[in-house]
């Protein structure tokens, strides 16, 4: 068993109704992959896949609340005005959204009825190496891992309570 957890809390999710996936140590942009977490947030399935794969066909830009100095505008977003097209932080995410519709198919959950309850990126393990210099020296380079976490759950139809 992984010694990892998630960061929802694990008495709000009802087994029967949600189902779960994570990428641990993915090598992309934490900062990025927070703001793609943050947009498809509450989205259904669906949509947000959808979505993700305009993002990386650099249709629909991903809006951003955080480290946003100097950042340049972009076209076609509602509320925000700056934006970028983080094309490989939505691809891992992608990645992430389909082993939780297959986890949720294998759940025998209704694919259909599916919305993004709990998205999460946050930074990783913090990979150090070493780049050679002159004179027998070395510099640190270090590379910044994120875990993506996401909890999809399945919505009541009109017919259910």
Do not use: C
Request: glycine share 8%; proline share 5%.
């Amino acid at each position: 068993m992984p010694k990892w957890g998630y960061s929802i809390i694990e008495e709000m999710l009802n087994p029967e109704k949600t189902a779960k996936a994570s990428g641990r140590e993915l090598k992309v942009s934490h900062k990025a992959a927070r703001e793609v977490a943050k947009a498809i947030k509450g989205m259904e399935l669906s949509q947000a896949k959808e979505y993700l794969r305009d993002v990386v066909a650099k249709k629909r830009p991903i809006p951003y609340t955080r480290y946003i100095k100097k950042l340049g505008h972009k076209g076609g977003m509602q509320n925000r005005f700056v934006g970028r097209y983080p094309i490989k932080a939505a691809g891992a995410v992608l990645k992430v959204l389909q082993a939780a519709q297959a986890n949720a198919e294998n759940k025998g959950l209704d694919v259909e009825h599916l919305r993004i309850m709990h998205s999460a990126a946050y930074p990783g393990v913090k990979l150090k190496r070493y780049t050679p210099r002159a004179h027998g020296r070395a510099s640190p380079k270090y590379e910044i891992t994120t875990h993506y976490e996401v909890v999809l759950e399945e919505k009541a139809t009109s017919g259910e309570q």
